[in-house]
């Protein structure tokens, strides 16, 4: 039979995932030869509230997927946007690992220990936001490029910090340049940070079945909850949104999710923290429920002044999925130059992700691994 052909971005972190995802394929008797796959993300040294936010990961992908190029990509989940694409399927979604943003700071510092006026590197409008909302006096600055570079602006004294994600850092063996993995009370990840989506053709009933086998329960419970904040919301994966889910196990035996979330305006002047528990097997409904809850609370206010605002760097352009579908086509055809390691999402350490909630996660509740 022949190799099943896995469709991967060409960073190093993306090959990084993908050999992961590979080697468990391999484990259960498959052979896999990795695919790389150009995106506009790797091209376009704009910053990603530019170009369309990190969906621009995901096009290239879905493309070469839907033309029978690849069999299967594998995607980090917080670049897909929350809404699922026609004809493909997200089969498998393995253990995830540590959702928790990370702090790369000079001289071993904290965010706590880092005097006001520090200046602190991040790509991301969700992170900005977090950090102007705790009114230390930060000067937060724009940031691309590959995982190597960004830590270089830190080692070379350009930037104080930098925050990254715990997972990718640990994927590529960095974690010794993590100086604090944040608190969620601080700054909630990105909804579906630190996990991995494998996709396929939703008619590949083969492909579904092999990739079924990585599937994670617990992590796949999590994850839609808090992806489906963002669908309740109607907002893209770069907005200024943070999610976080832990499957808890409450006193009966029984199986929940405790889900918080974060829409914070870029400037910090305005935010809102909500959280709610649910039933196991309820987890996008109650994601949709925290939206609407956060939702008459104003977030849709916080999330149209955040599309407006000069957050990172740039105005704020919002991609549709048609544009992203077209540029990736344009890129089969050569119409993009390739830049080498132009950019990498910001993933980040693996621990037991359901202890990623902090110290202060869902009282007389036991969390359970994966979540």
């Given amino acids: 039979m022949s190799a099943l052909r896995l469709g991967t971005r060409r960073s190093h972190l993306a090959m990084t995932q993908s050999g992961h995802v590979a080697d468990a394929l391999r484990a259960l008797g498959h052979e896999v030869e990795l695919v790389e796959i150009v995106t506009e993300g790797d091209t376009n040294r704009a910053p990603l ?51 928790r943003d990370a702090l790369v700071a000079r001289d071993g510092l904290t965010l706590g220990e880092l005097p006001p006026g520090s200046s602190i590197g991040t790509g991301s409008p969700r992170r900005v936001a977090a950090l102007n909302a705790l009114g230390l006096g930060f000067e937060v600055r724009p940031l691309r490029g590959n995982v190597d570079s960004r830590l270089a602006r830190v080692s070379d004294g350009e930037l104080d910090a930098i925050i990254l994600a715990c997972s990718g850092l640990r994927r590529i063996g960095r974690q010794d ?3 604090e993995a944040i608190d969620p009370l601080q700054m909630l990840p990105a909804p579906g940070q630190g996990a991995l989506a494998i996709e396929v053709r939703a008619d590949d009933r083969r492909m579904i079945d092999i990739v079924g086998a990585l599937d994670d329960a617990d992590t796949r419970a999590a ?37 918080r979330a974060f829409v914070g305006a870029p400037d910090g002047s305005d935010d ?40 990172v760097a740039g105005s704020v352009r919002a991609g549709t999925e048609e544009e992203h579908r077209q540029k990736a086509q344009a890129q089969h055809h050569g119409a993009y130059e390739i830049v080498a390691d132009a950019c990498e999402p910001p993933p980040g350490r693996p621990t037991n ?19």
């Fill in 49 to 99: 509230t530019q170009i369309g936010g990190t969906g621009v990961f995901a096009a290239a992908l879905r493309e070469a997927l839907l033309q029978g190029e690849v069999d299967l990509a594998v995607h980090s989940l917080k670049d897909l946007p929350a809404a699922g694409h026609p004809g493909l399927t997200v089969a498998g979604i393995p253990r995830r690992e540590d959702p």
């Fill in 177 to 179: 340049r993590i100086t």
């Fill in 223 to 259: 994850v839609t909850a808090e992806r489906a904040v963002l669908l309740g919301l109607k907002a893209g994966c770069s907005a200024p949104v943070g999610a976080l889910a832990e499957v808890v196990e409450d006193v009966d035996g029984s199986l929940e999710i405790s889900l």
């Fill in 272 to 311: 809102l923290r909500r959280s709610i528990t649910g039933p196991f097997d309820k987890a996008e409904q109650l994601g949709l429920d925290l939206a609407q809850m956060l939702l008459e609370d104003g977030a849709d206010r916080i999330i149209a002044d955040a599309g407006g605002d000069d957050a």
């Fill in 353 to 371: 992700a359901g202890s990623a909630g902090g110290p202060e996660s869902p009282n007389n509740k036991h969390r359970r691994h994966g979540a």
